[in-house]
């Protein structure tokens, strides 16, 4: 069955630092993969997604992930972080056998002043 | 604008009380979702509709029903059945049902039982 791992519950960086969230996923044929971001109490923002060719794929707000299949993971990356992009990201697969996406539980990340 | 809107935004229910929360797209879109959040528990699948007129349900549908009359429309109710209904609820919808389909999500409704 297709699953997502996110390692890190929480995570907290200085403004100006650069940031990588890291995803694992279990699925088997190619995956379609997602990075969503939820600022509290609000629906999710599609950051970027990964559906085939280049590796490495360009998203809004300055972020970007890279797939890498032989260790089945989509991290998340941002080479300086804004206090604005405090917020939760969350990590998704497509393909859920009701033709949903499959979630992470989610990272939190603060961002330190 | 296109998108997903969700009504309303906060909402408390009473014991042994039936809740209605709406969600409304006009993004044309066939399929749709609804999900729950909980704290640390990223987003599980409540019920999904394709079509008009047809759903299935998902991880968690037991307490939940829905109905798919129109195409912009998938009102989720949440009944006394559900024993521990506090939480968020998210709807969400893609142009069909397919693993490469971006969802659109909508901006949420609070569910909290008094």
């Known amino acids: 069955a297709q699953s997502v791992t996110q390692p890190d519950i929480h995570i907290t960086v200085s403004e100006g630092a650069s940031l990588e969230l890291r995803c694992n996923y279990s699925?088997?044929?190619?995956?379609?993969l997602f990075w969503y971001v939820q600022s509290p109490g609000q629906g999710l923002q599609l950051l970027l997604k990964?559906?085939?060719?280049?590796?490495l794929v360009q998203g809004i707000k300055g972020f970007e992930a890279e797939f890498k299949r032989s260790q089945s993971s989509f991290n998340l990356r941002k080479p300086s972080v804004h206090w604005s992009d405090a917020a939760e990201y969350f990590c998704?697969?497509?393909?859920?056998?009701?033709?949903?996406?499959?979630f992470g539980k989610g990272t939190k990340l603060s961002v330190k002043p | 604008d296109g998108g997903i809107t969700q009504s309303p935004k906060y909402l408390f229910r009473k014991e042994g009380q039936n809740v209605t929360l709406s969600c409304e797209q006009n993004?044309?879109?066939?399929?749709m979702y609804w999900y729950r959040q909980d704290p640390g528990q990223g987003l599980r699948l409540i019920y999904y509709?394709?079509?008009?007129?047809?759903?299935q349900k998902g991880d968690i549908a037991e307490g939940y029903s829905v109905s798919r009359e129109k195409k912009e429309s998938f009102p989720l109710t949440v009944t006394s059945a559900q024993k521990n209904p506090t939480a968020f609820y998210l709807c969400?919808?893609?142009?069909?049902?397919?693993?490469?389909?971006?969802?659109?999500f909508g901006p949420g409704t609070r569910l909290t039982v008094l």
């Open positions: 969400a919808s893609s142009i069909r049902d397919r693993a490469n389909n971006e969802q659109f």
């Open positions: 699925y088997g044929a190619t995956p379609y």
């Open positions: 990964y559906f085939s060719g280049d590796t």
């Open positions: 998704a697969v497509g393909g859920g056998s009701q033709g949903n996406l499959i």
């Open positions: 993004l044309n879109h066939d399929a």
């Open positions: 509709s394709q079509i008009v007129n047809d759903f």
